[in-house]
């Protein structure tokens, strides 16, 4: 079986299953970590035997370990045979790729695949960046941390390809309207039809505890991450913005600029009143308003596409991404 085979559900990166449940080789993987603040505590893991520093406490336990605590467990994809686990790590280093294929031909060998019909892409990061990033800590939305590169490292990662989209402050009405229409665009069904198994990730600038409340202004059926320091957008390019662009995407064709920024002050004003929504304090917590993301299609573990916003309103068509996973042509 090829590593293209769908040899588990594709929808590991939906609200239909939970992610990156499979034991590491026995090995569970226990990150124990303040709900309340993602910078309450600190601690130290390494990989490829570099240590760093997250903003969480690590500890790592074999099953027939029942006095260690496992208070809080990180799910993650068995690893390779080939590929033995670390004992001083929870993420031992990715293996090497071949000596034979430098990186030039290693990716062009993506962008000539008739599976995935690339039209156009913006510079990706190269793998001294991907490195850069590894080790940057992303927050669910109980605020336990894990490093970036879990997302994409193939010893780690459901799948084969990971889809992950960069959206700006939580209560950007154009970043909500953009997933909102990417889960209309994207069914369950047109999900289990991408041809290489895929998983679509989202990552914001807020606080990780508004986490809750984004997906309810959205209805988005993708996981979310926050990156509140805004490290992993600096780092892949994204940058700040005050334009707030002059063409109306399709994703926002029956939203005119004054009733998008309107309905962002609403969205506001509607959870503040909601028992269950936001409060006062949080109004300032959504993230830089001035902050643009991307989106950026990881396969093995590389950049192989990707797209950077120009101004607030310029995430990727829901109909490029299709063509991109390959749902189109």
């Known amino acids: 079986m090829t590593s293209r085979d769908r040899s588990v559900s594709p929808v590991g990166a939906s609200r239909f299953e939970q992610p990156l449940k499979a034991p590491v080789n026995g090995v569970r993987r226990v990150f124990a970590s303040n709900a309340s603040s993602p910078t309450s505590t600190t601690s130290a893991y390494t990989r490829g035997g570099h240590s760093s520093t997250a903003s969480t406490s690590v500890a790592t336990t074999t099953n027939t370990s029942p006095s260690t605590p496992t208070s809080s467990v990180l799910p993650s994809h068995p690893i390779a045979k080939d590929t033995p686990a670390m004992p001083h790590s929870p993420y031992p280093s990715r293996p090497s790729p071949s000596p034979s294929l430098d990186a030039d031909e290693w990716l062009a060998r993506f962008r000539s695949d008739p599976d995935l019909p690339l039209t156009s892409t913006d510079e990706c990061p190269d793998r001294a960046t991907l490195a850069?990033?590894?080790?940057?800590?992303?927050?669910s939305s109980d605020g336990a941390s894990r490093p970036f590169g879990s997302l994409y490292d193939p010893s780690y990662a459901l799948h084969t390809r990971q889809l992950v989209l960069f959206v700006r402050h939580f209560y950007c009405g154009a970043c909500q309207a953009y997933l909102t229409a990417l889960a209309q665009g994207i069914s369950k069904e047109d999900y289990f039809a991408i041809p290489v198994p895929t998983s679509i990730i989202v990552i914001g600038c807020g606080q990780p505890d508004l986490i809750k409340h984004y997906k309810r202004f959205t209805s988005c059926p993708f996981p979310i991450f926050a990156d509140p320091s805004r490290s992993l957008f600096k780092k892949l390019g994204m940058s700040l913005s005050a334009n707030i662009g002059r063409v109306r995407p399709e994703y926002m064709k029956d939203i005119s600029a004054p009733a998008w920024l309107a309905g962002q002050v609403s969205t506001v004003k509607k959870s503040l009143k909601d028992p269950e929504g936001i409060r006062?304090?949080?109004?300032?917590?959504?993230?830089?308003?001035?902050?643009?993301?991307?989106?950026f299609l990881f396969e093995d573990g590389e950049v192989v596409w990707c797209h950077r916003m120009r101004d607030y309103r310029g995430h990727a068509e829901v109909g490029v991404l299709r063509e991109v996973l390959g749902l189109e042509g």
């Open 280 to 295: 006062k304090r949080d109004v300032l917590r959504g993230g830089n308003p001035m902050q643009i993301g991307g989106e």
């Open 132 to 139: 850069a990033v590894y080790d940057l800590p992303i927050y």
